[in-house]
């Protein structure tokens, strides 16, 4: 992944938290500092949060050159928008609904067909980790992930993002619908295909379940 850009223009270089502060003050004192007059603060934020960031926007963008662009852009939108920043919800988690909503920006705005680099698909960090499998599952697990990462390559832009926004942001049809600009039966339609090509992929591995 690029390194991304700072709001002042500048490359950014990753550098560890203050270690006498938790995650979740580091991110409200970067808040603080920022809107104190300290826009370099911001970078505080940039760091912890980028690649998170980066997998969220993969996973709906397909393409890393865009996906970062996304992050890019979701970042500044991030840094012009803190004032607005009210604190019911973590830091992380504003910033992942900014960049959600910038990567189906993106996709609005471009509707191409696009193909997803299987090297660079990743699960990213919503995954939710299970008990420790032992070889056979680990196996198992492996050969899926990268039928998956097949099966996304087949994926039209349109129908990765519904997937994405329906099976990993947990959207409903008609908030979907209303994000990428589909009546509700076309929403339907493409979840649907997206379903059925992800399915298609994993039959033989996951039979009948």
């Not at 003050?25 to 960031?53: C, I, M, N, Q, T």
């Not at 299970?130 to 998956?148: N, Y």
């Amino acid at each position: 992944m690029v390194g991304l850009v700072s709001p002042a223009g500048r490359p950014n270089r990753p550098s560890p938290p203050p270690s006498n502060m938790t995650m979740h003050e580091s991110d409200r004192e970067a808040v603080a500092r920022v809107l104190g007059g300290d826009p370099d603060a911001f970078k505080v934020l940039v760091d912890r949060h980028g690649r998170y960031l980066f997998g969220v926007a993969l996973r709906l963008v397909g393409q890393a050159r865009d996906a970062e662009d996304v992050v890019q852009d979701a970042l500044l939108k991030a840094f012009r928008q803190l004032g607005t920043f009210e604190g019911r919800s973590d830091v992380r988690t504003w910033l992942h609904r900014i960049t959600v909503r910038c990567a189906i920006d993106a996709i609005r705005a471009r509707r191409p067909e696009s193909v997803l680099d299987p090297q660079d698909f990743e699960v990213g960090p919503m995954a939710r980790p299970t008990d420790a499998p032992g070889p056979d599952r680990l196996m198992e697990s492996g050969q899926i992930l990268e039928r998956l990462s097949g099966a996304m390559t087949r994926l039209t832009a349109l129908e990765r993002a519904a997937f994405t926004l329906r099976h990993r942001e947990g959207l409903s049809i008609q908030e979907i619908g209303t994000a990428l600009g589909l009546k509700t039966e076309a929403t339907k339609n493409t979840v649907f295909r997206a379903v059925r090509k992800v399915r298609a992929a994993l039959e033989d591995l996951l039979g009948n379940a």
